[in-house]
């Protein structure tokens, strides 16, 4: 395997340590091949948010290998699924299920330039869509620009489709349509960024863009792949009462197994084969095992007082750690929301990409490093963000807390 990992983050080479090989996960903690216990903040990069191995899940992903591990054909449980889904999204009318991230983000963009038949597409820097060819583009030194590719492999011409803004820039993206604003397509943007380490939307930031679409003609997609199900029932857009065109989503959905899908309005969706023109298909799409455990932890979080629970946990823990950096004279930012939270190594709050990369890089290297060492597993990056699940008790909490307090001490 290139690197020794089937993912590159996993390899941990920005933190300065080699992969450690996990044996098995319960609840709110990843033992590894060593038997070491660790205090689980990634929840599998946030699809954990039941905790890991929860016995209603287990039980109903054991119940389904009974009838079968794929059959390629329709079944009641991707119905069940589905109603879920559209039951929770105002914006969803119906709804595709595919088998990863990057395939519902694929689909997605594939759709809207079918519906509005424009080729380009704006994406925020340092916004993670999966590794799409047109998506994985960087912006150089402007602030909106042609793309370049940011990996070997992928066509210039492919690049170019794609514009890129700030995140929180609306000036970036006026500017962009006013250059070329009849060809573009979409805009993708995840409501909340996790994959520059968590930022969130500025007021009025995820609003402006909803007008901008309608202005121009063009197709708003929620990336809600990470947010959907994590930081509230039904993602960000029940939070912020924003409703984009396409939504995709994953993680959650799936309680662990590779299960994603992208929605949208009945006249959008029914673009998709076999209703329409724009063919997206998929062997495993629709995983008998893998609605069944996207069932059973969607029953866990429609739970009376499940989000609240989740953010209480999130703004407490990165509460204390704000006392613990600030006692040791570390600054750190910190922002929290349903069970999704974020730190960056800073002096001021971090509302864009390229604020996230002036952070301390080298800071969050040695203190993933120190927590480690005391049984807390956090991502091997310092941009990504991290996540609780409704399993991390107050024994765990404060385990972390009492770690991290003395981790900021070695950082001085």
Not at 77 to 101: H, K, T, W
Not at 116 to 140: E, P
Request: aromatic share 8%.
């Amino acid at each position: 395997m290139p690197g020794g990992v089937n993912s590159p983050v996993r390899a941990g080479r920005t933190v300065g340590v080699d992969p450690r090989f996990v044996r098995r996960a319960e609840g709110a903690y990843l033992y590894d091949a060593d038997g070491r216990r660790y205090v689980d903040l990634v929840g599998s990069w946030g699809t954990a948010i039941v905790g890991h191995a929860h016995p209603r899940v287990v039980e109903a992903v054991q119940q389904a290998t009974c009838d079968g591990l794929s059959f390629g054909a329709c079944h009641a449980a991707e119905v069940e699924l589905a109603e879920v889904i559209v039951g929770a999204f105002p914006s969803i009318d119906m709804v595709r299920f595919v088998n990863s991230g990057t395939e519902a983000t694929m689909s997605a963009i594939r759709l809207a330039r079918a519906a509005s038949g424009r080729d380009l597409i704006i994406k925020f820097i340092g916004g993670y869509h999966g590794h799409m060819d047109s998506l994985l583009v960087s912006a150089g030194s402007g602030a909106a620009t042609l793309g370049v590719p940011d990996s070997a492999g992928v066509p210039s011409a492919f690049a170019r489709t794609t514009r890129l803004a700030r995140y929180n820039s609306l000036s970036d993206v006026d500017r962009i349509m006013s250059e070329c604003g009849q060809d573009v397509a979409a805009i993708i943007v995840e409501p909340i960024a996790g994959n520059m380490g968590m930022v969130e939307p500025e007021a009025g930031f995820l609003v402006g863009l909803r007008t901008v679409c309608d202005r121009h003609g063009a197709i708003l997609i929620f990336d809600e792949v990470m947010t959907g199900f994590r930081v509230a029932w039904g993602g960000v857009q029940n939070l912020c009462g924003v409703t984009p065109d396409i939504t995709c989503l994953g993680k959650v959905i799936g309680g662990g197994m590779p299960v994603a899908a992208y929605g949208a309005s009945e006249k959008l969706m029914s673009l998709v084969s076999p209703c329409g023109p724009m063919y997206q298909a998929g062997t495993l799409s629709g995983n008998p095992l893998g609605m069944a455990a996207g069932m059973a932890t969607l029953r866990s979080c429609r739970e009376s007082g499940f989000y609240e629970s989740l953010h209480e946990k999130s703004t407490s823990l990165t509460s204390r750690w704000q006392d613990a950096a600030r006692d040791s004279g570390v600054p750190i930012q910190v922002s929290a929301r349903g069970g999704m939270f974020g730190l960056f190594f800073s002096d001021s709050p971090v509302q864009s990409f390229d604020e996230a990369k002036a952070c301390d890089h080298a800071r969050y290297a040695k203190f993933y490093r120190e927590m480690l060492d005391r049984g807390v597993w956090l991502p091997p990056s310092g941009y990504e963000a991290m996540f609780l699940s409704s399993a991390h008790h107050a024994a765990a909490l404060d385990h972390v807390v009492d770690a991290a307090a003395e981790s900021f001490k070695l950082l001085v």
